[in-house]
């Protein structure tokens, strides 16, 4: 009981202990403030709220941030729907859980993937996919903690689908509770009806709130100190008090921290929820007075925020003193570029562009001699291969990194520079087969990187999460992450031509133009090559960085084994080729097969849970990655089928004549 | 030709030549996929032991072991060959080849540095409280047996090491003696991963039971350093009758005797070795990203002392110490459970070819570059040739 005791002010404790064991669990009461919001959000406190720093997963982002992140976890989206038929964006929602929650409770925004999740716990389920509202999943709460709490320890990779949905629908019901309890504290009123000298404290009054009370702690410690312990109507106040500020601290303990640190605070660099705000103020440390300030703004605020012009008045200068301070500190540098990035969205727009690409592209088939098609292809590819690089420049300047630190990163990465080198290798054929892979390799990579978002902002709660102490080194993240990415790249990219070589051997395109494909042969070669010299140097370096940072070059770690697959597949290729082992034919199978070490480099080895390389783990993408290599062994059987019936009819023909 | 020399050129053409360099790598891909698999249930260590470290890969088969594919050591010492044979001493030398012959060269020089790496490098560990300080340190996989006599004069230790009785399990017991001891030592029962536990009705122990202590015997760990080693000693001198003892690795106190009127001390500990200076663990540091339990840096701040002359020097993560052959680095830490003091672990190697494979490394980056510049180059002036520079060709289905 003493850890979650309010009070830490060595006397003022020391009075309260006793009195505060036998205290009821919560008698505060709720302020008489609306349950439900009446009108929308103004664009100006959206604006104003958009702007406002928070600190979470180890870095200070911007509200608009982590709002579209809290609901892409919870909902799988950052809009969501309502049963009404209307669409709330991710802000608005986050607003409504602070300050209606009430009403956010009746929100669908529970994604539930599958229907057995909710059966296991003994709710009816709406749909096989559905979403739910937290007051309908609040019956099976405590089953779902308690399931979701047995399935934690089974071993992650060893979790059936069921048991990994159920962690997770635990996990949104815990995250959707820490966002509507984080304001919990701002919204309850204390009865001090039966202890006249604190009344005397705060002009006569019998109720007030925590701001007014932590405006005055030294007070109240002196009342305490002299509370006549005969005054039992006295001392059941100071009963029902103390209760109940534990019970509004524990309910905004895991809220968002919105309030910048004070100087010479500790821990150094943390930022504040509501309660670690209000428990500093008790505790009586010194410099809180700008903190007590926003406190009590917040306070108001939530009186006012059923008065939009009131609410707006008290917001805008408490928005600007926070975002000051936080500026102060230095770390309020790139918040408007990462709100830039939120709102220009440059993956999704590159994702759309590509697309556009794409079906100019397949215009220019039908019309090949089109130098006006020829330019919208190059055109829209371009356009969108910007729009991917300049998010990627985005994010590498707000977490001030190089371009790949995490599994997202690497997708946007092989996507971008990808369509990038084969636009250069475009230049140098101008056969436009290059630039067709272009639009289709980037609307692709884009897909899954749309995609992937989702399953890295659910695994960590970010896409730009913190870094651990073993990868805080942007020369290495620059110069090995980058240079072996490249290398998957490249290797990506020769499989894709070769696929195309081995379709367009079997569907007959240019039927007959044998240099068109020996083109294509070297296109798939060079590009191997490029990805081998990428690969070895990328792996090497890699080896370098082990040996600074945990004292060996090689370990034989999965995936540094995985890295020493692919240049021991392309190498082999390589040999094979100039050896005269393999043909044109020989090279096209091998690259598919390529890119099957690739993935499994690249994604397969993360699913094993083993080595050195932990903060790469993943899971849940097994089916995906199966299934991709499935069908390039279908596509390796088709060539090899393929090759033996047209070397059958040639045999056949040259019989005839 | 002669016969046999028709033999040997045979020979040496199947070690130089390509077929053999793709088998080779083929075989190799096949042992790391193999070897990678099997490290997610058997552990990094037995997954060495297995594929990679090995002359043959085994298998069981009904009882009997077969072997099924070349280990590592095989197929790698092979390329090396096949590198030297035909990626380098069979190449017609010219600047054609430069690049290839580079990059041959940074291959087996890159193999070379792993055969001195598996055969004389040496890894361990040393475990820090602030304030202490240590000049060895301590290797996690191997044990030895260490015997001094407790206040006595000269310091000295005796040591026995691993290899000298770990293959005494079960009843099989060998004598140790030394002229300086007045009392032989006889060990036995050695157990590779035990618990020593109070004798109870539900369990057997591994060897008598001492004291009413026994040894537990446990599945040995996929991970080597997490086994706690167990053995049986027996102190016999002339006149007396022998004393039993129970040496375990897990605990940190030594078990003690009095013989000879003096006191004598006797532990199974983790194989130590000497470095050529002493590091004194001033202050460490753990820092986490703020709110969160992840962590954001680890420090080591140490004293290294050496001939009487002391050094402050910082070793976290990234940035290891190396002096006179050895590396130290930020590995791990922890905290005692009963006073929640921090101590750090740093890792140490003494490894000869430790910077060889990063010069391997820049070497093979230049061979590469000049052979697949030469290539590129070659490609673009085939490409002018087969099409005028510029032209589309878009149209020529």
Not at chain 2, 106 to 131: K, N
Not at chain 2, 256 to 284: C, N, Q, V
Request: glycine residues 10%; negative net charge; hydrophobic residues 45%.
């Amino acid at each position: 009981m003493i850890g979650s005791f309010p009070f830490r002010g060595a006397a003022l404790r020391l009075a309260l202990l006793v009195l505060c064991l036998l205290a009821p669990q919560a008698t505060a009461q709720e302020a008489p403030s609306p349950a439900r919001r009446t009108a929308p959000w103004s664009e100006e406190v959206l604006r104003t709220f958009a702007r406002l720093p928070v600190q979470d997963g180890g870095r200070v982002k911007p509200l608009d941030s982590l709002a579209g992140l809290k609901l892409l976890t919870l909902n799988g989206s950052r809009r969501l729907k309502l049963e009404s038929g209307e669409s709330l964006k991710a802000l608005p929602w986050l607003l409504d859980c602070l300050f209606f929650p009430e009403q956010a409770k009746g929100y669908p925004c529970f994604r539930v993937e599958s229907d057995a999740v909710l059966t296991a716990v003994g709710l009816e389920a709406k749909e096989k996919r559905a979403w739910y509202s937290y007051e309908e999943l609040l019956p099976a709460r405590a089953e779902i903690h308690h399931n979701g709490a047995a399935y934690s320890d089974i071993p992650a990779k060893d979790r059936s689908s069921l048991q990994q949905q159920t962690i997770k629908l635990g996990s949104d019901l815990l995250q959707f509770e820490e966002l509507i309890g984080g304001f919990e504290p701002l919204r309850q009123r204390f009865a001090i009806v039966g202890w006249p000298a604190l009344q005397a404290l705060h002009d006569g009054r019998t109720e007030i709130g925590l701001a007014e009370l932590l405006s005055n702690v030294e007070g109240l410690q002196r009342a305490i100190g002299e509370l006549d312990e005969g005054d039992e109507a006295a001392q059941r106040t100071l009963r029902e008090l103390s209760g109940g500020i534990r019970a509004a601290f524990f309910a905004g303990e895991r809220g968002l921290a919105i309030f910048p640190p004070r100087d010479g605070a500790i821990p150094p660099g943390e930022w504040w929820t509501v309660s670690d705000l209000a428990r500093r103020a008790f505790d009586r440390e010194p410099g809180m007075e700008q903190a007590l300030g926003w406190f009590s703004s917040l306070e108001e605020l939530e009186d006012r925020k059923s008065d939009p012009g009131g609410f707006q008045a008290v917001l805008t200068p408490l928005a600007d003193s926070i975002i000051a301070r936080a500026t102060a500190l230095g770390e309020y540098r790139h918040i408007g570029l990462e709100i830039a990035l939120n709102r220009s969205d440059p993956f999704y727009g590159a994702l759309l562009v590509y697309l556009i690409a794409f079906l100019v592209t397949v215009f220019g088939w039908v019309a090949p001699r089109s130098k006006l098609l020829l330019g919208g292809i190059w055109g829209s590819v371009g356009i969108a291969t910007a729009m991917a690089a300049l998010g990627i420049t985005l994010r590498c300047i707000i977490r001030e990194r190089p371009p790949v630190v995490s599994l997202y990163d690497t997708v946007l990465f092989i996507t971008a520079t990808g369509a990038l080198f084969l636009m250069v290798l475009e230049l140098f054929t101008r056969i436009r087969l290059a630039l067709s892979l272009a639009s289709i390799f980037g609307a692709v990579g884009m897909f899954l990187a749309v995609r992937y978002e989702l399953h890295e902002v659910t695994s960590s709660g970010d896409t730009m999460s913190s870094v651990l102490a073993v990868l805080d080194s942007n020369h290495y993240l620059l110069v090995h992450v980058v240079t072996i990415t490249i290398g998957y790249m490249g290797g990506l990219v020769a499989a894709l031509a070769a696929h195309v070589w081995i379709f367009g051997r079997l569907f007959g395109l240019r039927r007959g133009d044998e240099e068109f494909y020996r083109l294509l042969t070297s296109l798939v070669f060079g590009a191997v090559c490029f990805s081998l010299v990428f690969s070895f140097f990328g792996t090497l370096y890699g080896g370098k960085w082990g040996n600074v940072s945990w004292g060996r070059f090689w370990g034989w770690d999965p995936k540094e084994n995985g890295a020493l697959l692919i240049c021991l597949w392309e190498a082999l290729i390589l040999h094979a080729r100039i050896g005269g082992f393999i043909r044109d034919r020989g090279l096209a199978v091998m690259t598919v097969l390529g890119a099957i070490v690739i993935t499994a480099s690249w994604w397969g080895v993360n699913l094993l849970s083993v080595g050195l390389h932990s903060y790469g783990f993943t899971s849940g993408i097994a089916p995906y990655l199966l299934t991709l290599w499935g069908f390039e062994l279908v596509v390796v059987g088709v060539c090899l089928g393929n090759g033996l019936y047209e070397r059958r009819a040639l045999a056949a023909s040259a019989e005839a004549r | 030709m002669s016969g046999r020399r028709g033999i040997a050129l045979a020979i040496w053409n199947f070690l130089g030549s390509m077929w053999l360099a793709c088998v080779l790598l083929l075989l190799l891909a096949v042992l790391v996929v193999l070897g990678t698999l099997y490290q997610t249930d058997h552990g990094l260590y037995w997954a060495k032991a297995r594929y990679f470290g090995s002359w043959l890969v085994w298998i069981d088969l009904g009882g009997v072991s077969l072997p099924v594919l070349p280990g590592g050591v095989t197929v790698m010492g092979l390329l090396a060959i096949n590198l030297l044979v035909g990626g380098i001493l069979r190449l017609r030398m010219g600047w054609r080849v430069a690049g290839v012959l580079i990059s041959h060269l940074a291959v087996v020089f890159m193999l070379l540095a792993g055969v001195v790496t598996q055969y004389f490098a040496v890894e361990g560990q040393v475990a820090l409280y602030e304030g202490e300080q240590a000049d060895y340190f301590e290797d996690g996989e191997h044990w030895e047996v260490a015997i001094w006599e407790v206040g006595g004069s000269d310091g000295t230790e005796r040591v026995v090491e691993q290899e000298l009785f770990q293959d005494l399990e079960g009843s099989a017991e060998r004598v140790f003696t030394a002229p300086s001891l007045p009392f032989n030592l006889v060990f036995s029962g050695y157990v590779p991963n035990a618990r020593a536990l109070p004798k109870g009705p539900n369990w057997e122990a591994a060897g008598p039971v001492v004291d009413g202590y026994g040894l537990l015997a446990v599945d040995p760990d996929p991970e080597p350093r997490r086994n706690l080693a167990g053995l049986h000693v027996r102190v016999a001198s002339a006149g007396e009758p022998e004393r039993p003892g129970l040496l375990w690795g897990g605990t940190r106190l030594p078990w003690t005797f009095r013989e000879d009127g003096r006191s004598w001390a006797i532990k199974l500990r983790h194989a130590r070795y000497p470095m050529p200076f002493a590091i004194r663990l001033d202050d460490f540091r753990m820092e986490e990203h703020p709110g969160t339990s992840m962590a954001k840096a680890y420090e080591s701040h140490v004293t290294k002392i050496e001939g009487g002359v002391s050094e402050k020097v910082l070793i976290e993560m990234n940035e290891p110490l190396r002096a006179e052959g050895l590396a130290l680095f930020q590995s791990q830490w922890g905290r005692d459970p009963q006073s929640g003091e921090l101590y750090s672990v740093l890792s140490v190697w003494r490894n000869p070819s430790d910077k060889w494979p990063e010069a391997a490394m820049w070497v093979m980056l230049v061979g590469m570059l000049v052979a697949f510049g030469q290539r590129l180059s070659r490609f673009m002036r085939w490409s002018a040739l087969v099409k005028p520079a510029g032209q589309d060709r878009g149209g020529e289905a």
